[in-house]
Nanobody, 120 residues
Framework: VQLVESGGGLVQPGGSLRLSCAASGFTASNYVMSWHPQAPGKERELVAT????????RYEDSVKGRFSISRDNAKNTMYLEMNSLKPEDTAVYYCKAEDPGVYGPTWHVWGQGTQVTVSS
């Protein structure tokens, strides 16, 4: 059971990147999946979530209108399309899969992270 992120890199302010999170050993569409950037010296934060039932999405205010989370069930892969990138988006981006459970989370797995650097 694992998640493997890819697609990070160096991009200029205003540019775009597409991150991928490939799942193996489980069916990603059965779980809540999310993206969590962690900037240097800061805690890991949640910015985008895609839910298992129906594939509805939720975004934090800091990325609304700029980031888009999606999932390809055939490829068992989740994506984060990032547009209009800002220097403050610089972070290691981690993906997470979680079973929210009825009374609380019962299981989760993290990817290893991919570095996104926004700089001119």
């Amino acid at each position: 059971v694992q998640l493997v992120e890819s697609g990070g890199g160096l991009v200029q302010p205003g540019g775009s990147l597409r991150l991928s999170c490939a799942a193996s050993g489980f069916t990603a569409s059965n779980y809540v999946m999310s993206w969590h950037p962690q900037a240097p010296g800061k805690e890991r934060e949640l910015v985008a979530t895609i839910f298992s039932a129906g594939g509805s999405t939720r975004y934090e205010d800091s990325v609304k209108g700029r980031f888009s989370i999606s999932r390809d069930n055939a490829k068992n892969t989740m994506y984060l399309e990032m547009n209009s990138l800002k220097p403050e988006d610089t972070a290691v981006y981690y993906c997470k899969a979680e079973d929210p459970g009825v009374y609380g989370p019962t299981w989760h797995v993290w990817g290893q992270g991919t570095q996104v650097t926004v700089s001119s």
